[in-house]
């Protein structure tokens, strides 16, 4: 089968662990173009990565007969208009999560998806390694019973920025919208329903972007569910998850990023265990889906559909806060 042949919208720098390097490993896909709003920033990162042609602009990316797929890693602001754009031109998306600024958007995404017959897959990376399949095991199993409860939290320390996207409104930025999508994901795929939020408060690095982000949910089969996520300098390091039964309990330490260190931590009646898994990256699994997706195989597990879910549940979230829906 001929190569899947990407372009990459923007020089962005999760570009090169997301798809560059894993490119270099798949089979059957090449990155053969990128376009940047700067064209020597373009030339630059072409150069260093070796990506043969660089293109004028985002329009002749993604109108280009030799590309087959587009990745949007742009702002979260952009992710709506480019990947419908690119879909329209019948190309597939890997898009960057979070899918978009807010629900209504996801849904017009979505339907774009849906009407060109193209692939559209949110980047959940982390879904598509063997560590998220061996946490959805033990539970499916019945180990540790009915699940009551799913706490998530995913903090980085991150000095506060005035220029950097993250922390600006017009461009969808919030710790919620950045490491927080990762722990609604996390909790709405284990709770296989969606929450009612209960609570949420967050702190702030002005009047609508949240640096710190807690909310409690409940969800339609009763199991009760925490996040906390953030961008903020202090608290440190915490990427882990908790799952509680009648039976037993799992942590799961590193569930976004297991590449770099994992375990699961599983105790029972029966006793404890700790089992780690590969440090292979989730973006080579999340990679090599896409391509099966894009010829026809049901791997898209964070497709379009998903993608919308999960922006209603952020949205809710944010109006819990008392703070605005993030608005392109």
Not at 105 to 130: D, I, K, N, S
Request: aromatic residues 8%.
């Amino acid at each position: 089968m001929t190569a899947l042949r990407f372009g990459i919208l923007g020089a962005a720098r999760i570009a090169p662990p997301a798809l560059i390097k894993p490119a270099r490993v798949v089979s059957d896909v090449q990155v053969v173009a990128v376009a940047a709003r700067d064209k020597k920033k373009a030339d630059a990162f072409a150069q260093r990565h070796k990506i043969p042609r660089v293109l004028d602009s985002y329009d002749a990316l993604v109108n280009d007969a030799n590309i087959d797929a587009i990745y949007n890693p742009l702002p979260n602001s952009a992710h709506h208009e480019w990947t419908i754009k690119a879909l329209r031109a019948g190309k597939h998306v890997l898009c960057e999560k979070p899918i978009a600024s807010n629900a209504r958007e996801a849904e017009e995404m979505q339907r774009a998806a849906e009407e060109t017959g193209r692939v559209l897959m949110e980047a959940f990376h982390y879904r598509y390694h063997p560590l998220a399949l061996r946490v959805e095991k033990i539970i499916s199993s019945g180990e540790l019973g009915s699940v009551r409860e799913l706490e998530a939290d995913f903090f980085i320390p991150l000095f506060l920025r005035p220029r950097d996207i993250r922390f600006q409104y017009e461009l969808a930025g919030g710790a919620l919208m950045d490491t927080g999508c990762y722990c609604v994901s996390f909790l709405r795929w284990l709770a296989k329903c969606e929450p009612t939020i209960l609570s949420a408060r967050a702190r702030k690095a002005s009047p609508e972007v949240d640096r710190l982000m807690f909310a409690e949910m409940l969800f339609e089969n009763g199991v009760r569910a925490k996040l906390g996520c953030s961008l903020a300098a202090f608290p440190p390091v915490k990427i882990s998850a908790r799952v509680v039964g009648d039976r037993g309990e799992m942590r799961i330490t590193n569930p976004f990023v297991p590449q770099r260190f994992n375990s699961i931590r599983v105790e029972t009646k029966g006793g404890t265990r700790r089992e780690r898994f590969t440090h292979e990256p989730t973006y080579n699994f999340q990679l090599r889906a896409f391509l099966a997706a894009t010829r026809g195989e049901n791997t898209n597990i964070t497709d379009g559909k998903e993608g919308v879910k999960n922006m209603r549940v952020i949205d809710s979230i944010y109006e819990k806060a008392g703070m605005k829906v993030r608005a392109a």
